[in-house]
C-alpha cells in the first residue's frame, strides 16, 4: 500500500514538470506593417449625375418628325403671305401687267387721271428702268405724258407714290401712237411702292 501512494505521487510530479515547460498561448499574434506602406483606398462607385444623358444610339432610327407646312414657313414666305392678305383686304396689287403692243413710231403717248374722285394719288413713270416723270398728282382731267421709244422692247412703268384717302392708288389711263391712234386703255389699282408694266415693242 505504501508503494502505491509513492508511486502515485511520482507521477502527479512528472505531469506538474511537464506543464511547466509548456509555453503560455493566451496571448494573440501582434503583425507589424511593414515600413512605407499605406493604407488602402477603397473606392465607391459615383452615384450617376442629373444631367447625364446617354448618347442615342446610331443604329436605333429617329422618329419621323410630324411638322404642320404652317410651322416650316419662313419669315419671307410669312411676309409674302400677310402682304397677299393685305392686298385682298385693300384691292389694291404690288405688280400688274397693262399687257404689251406693237407699233412703228418713235414715240407714244400715255395720258392718266384718277379713276374715281380725286384723293391724293401720285405716281411716277419710268422707261427702260429710268425715270421720265418723277412726280404726277392724278386729278380729275388727263396729265400726258410723251415717251420716246428705242428700237425693239421698251420696257414702261408707273409706281404708285402713295395712297390716296380713299385706299389704293386707282387711276384710268390711255396710250396713243405718234398718228394719235389708241393703242390701248386700262386701269391700274396700286398699293404704295406697286408698279403697274406695260411692254411697248417698237419695229
Do not use: H
Request: charged share 25%; hydrophobic share 35%.
Amino acid at each position: 500500500m505504501k508503494k502505491a501512494l509513492l508511486l502515485f505521487a511520482g507521477i502527479l510530479m512528472s505531469f506538474s514538470g511537464f506543464s511547466q515547460e509548456i509555453p503560455s498561448t493566451s496571448k494573440k499574434p501582434v503583425f507589424e506593417r511593414p515600413l512605407g506602406s499605406s493604407t488602402p483606398t477603397v473606392r465607391f462607385p459615383e452615384a450617376p449625375r442629373e444631367d447625364f444623358k446617354l448618347k442615342d444610339d446610331p443604329r436605333k432610327p429617329k422618329p419621323l418628325e410630324m411638322v404642320t407646312k404652317k410651322e416650316l414657313l419662313t419669315a419671307g414666305d410669312f411676309i409674302e403671305k400677310k402682304w397677299t392678305e393685305d392686298e385682298k383686304a385693300s384691292g389694291g396689287l404690288q405688280g400688274q401687267d397693262l399687257g404689251s403692243f406693237v407699233t412703228k413710231g418713235k414715240l407714244v403717248e400715255l395720258y392718266c387721271r384718277d379713276a374715281q374722285y380725286v384723293d391724293g394719288d401720285r405716281v411716277r413713270v419710268y422707261v427702260n428702268g429710268k425715270i421720265v416723270q418723277n412726280d404726277i398728282y392724278l386729278q380729275g382731267n388727263f396729265t400726258p405724258v410723251l415717251i420716246a421709244l428705242d428700237n425693239g422692247f421698251n420696257t414702261i412703268e408707273i409706281e404708285a407714290l402713295n395712297q390716296g384717302s380713299s385706299g389704293p392708288n386707282t387711276a384710268a389711263f390711255k396710250v396713243f401712237d405718234e398718228t394719235g391712234k389708241l393703242v390701248t386703255t386700262s386701269e391700274w389699282n396700286l398699293l404704295t411702292g406697286g408698279r403697274a408694266t406695260m411692254i411697248v415693242v417698237k419695229n
